[in-house]
C-alpha cells in the first residue's frame, strides 16, 4: 500500500474521519453539523454511524451499525449489560467491515469525505480489538484523521484539561494517524458560558497553564508536573480549534485543519 500512496493513487481519494471523543462531548452533535455543512457544499458526504446504541441519529446515514446488530438483542441473547452489549455488537460489525471497505471502494470517486460516528462511550472504541481493526482496516485503504471532540466547558478546570489531553495523547499514540482536535462548546451561543480561548492559551503557553495548575489544592506533586511538560510537547504540533457543534462556528477552520492533517497523512503514512 506504501507504493500505492507514493504512486498518487491516496491523492485521489477521500478523507476518513473518525470522530472520538468522552461521553457527552458532542460527537454526535458534531457530525450532524459537519454532515450539513458538507451537504451544502458538494459532493454530499458519505456517512457511517458505528454506534449500535444511539436511540436516534440527527443525520442521514449511508452506514447504520443498527441496521446489522441490533443491541438490544446481543445483550439478551449473550447475557450481558450495556457496554459489554456495545463491545460485542461493535466484535460482530468488525467481522464484517470488509463488505463496508468493498462499499467505500466502489463509491470513492463519489465522495470527499467518509464520517465516522463512535460509540458514546469512548473506550469502546479505541480500547477494543474492534474499534482498533476497523480504524487499521481504513487507515490502510483511505487516508484517514482523527476528530478528538473535547467539552470545552468540563475542560475549564486545569487537572480535568490535563486528563483529557492525556487521553488524546495516549489515542495519537495507539492510532499514530493525523489528529485534529474540536474543542466543542465554545462560547458562541448567547447562553454558553465558556470561550474555548482558555484552551488554546494554555496550549500555546505553559507558563500559564502552570500558573492555573498552581492554583488548584490538587497540585502537589512533581507528576503532574511532569506531565504537563511531556503535553507542553504534544501541544507543540497539536492542530486544534474552538468549534461550537450547535451554531456551526468554526467548521471552516475545523476542515482547514483536516486538510493539513490529510496532507500529513500523505506524506508520511
Ligand atoms: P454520546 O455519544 O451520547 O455519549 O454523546 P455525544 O458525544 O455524541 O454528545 P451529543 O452530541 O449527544 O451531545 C451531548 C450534549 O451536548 C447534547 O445535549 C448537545 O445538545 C450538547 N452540545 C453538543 N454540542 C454543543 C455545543 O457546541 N454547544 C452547546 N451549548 N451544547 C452542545
Redesign the pocket.
Known amino acids: 500500500s506504501d507504493n500505492a500512496k507514493a504512486s498518487g493513487d491516496f491523492s485521489k481519494k477521500p478523507t476518513c474521519l473518525i470522530f472520538l ?10 457530525v450532524q453539523k459537519v454532515t450539513s455543512y458538507l451537504y451544502e457544499k458538494k459532493p454530499a458526504p458519505y456517512v457511517i454511524n458505528l ?1 449500535p446504541a ?1 436511540a436516534e441519529m440527527p443525520y442521514p446515514a449511508n452506514i447504520d451499525i443498527r441496521d446489522t446488530v441490533k443491541y438490544k438483542d446481543v445483550m439478551k441473547q449473550y447475557g450481558l449489560g450495556p457496554n459489554g452489549g456495545i463491545v460485542t455488537s461493535l466484535n460482530l460489525f468488525a467481522t464484517q467491515f470488509d463488505q463496508l471497505l468493498g462499499l467505500l471502494d466502489k463509491r470513492q470517486d463519489q465522495h470527499e469525505y467518509v464520517i465516522i460516528d463512535t ?3 469512548i473506550e469502546v472504541f479505541t480500547w477494543s480489538a474492534s474499534g482498533s481493526i476497523i480504524t487499521e482496516a481504513l487507515a490502510a485503504g483511505f487516508p484517514t484523521v482523527i476528530v478528538y ?1 473535547m467539552d470545552s466547558v468540563r475542560s475549564v478546570n486545569p487537572v480535568t484539561f490535563m486528563s483529557n489531553m492525556l487521553y488524546a495523547c495516549s489515542i495519537l499514540y495507539k492510532t499514530r494517524l493525523p489528529f485534529v482536535v474540536a474543542l ?3 462560547r458562541i ?1 448567547p ?2 458560558v465558556v470561550d474555548s480561548s482558555y484552551a488554546e492559551e494554555w496550549m500555546r503557553d505553559f507558563e500559564a497553564f502552570d500558573e492555573a495548575l498552581r492554583s488548584e489544592s490538587s497540585y502537589a506533586t512533581n507528576l503532574t508536573y511532569s506531565m504537563s511538560l511531556v503535553l507542553d510537547e504534544f501541544y507543540s504540533n497539536l492542530r486544534c480549534t474552538g ?5 456551526g462556528a468554526r467548521l471552516d477552520r475545523l476542515l482547514e485543519l483536516v486538510g493539513d492533517a490529510r496532507r500529513e497523512y500523505l506524506t508520511e503514512y
Open positions: 471523543g468522552m461521553a457527552g462531548s458532542g460527537k454526535t452533535t458534531l454506534d444511539c460509540p458514546g462511550q471532540v466543542n462548546k465554545a451561543l447562553t454558553d468549534v461550537s457543534a450547535v451554531t
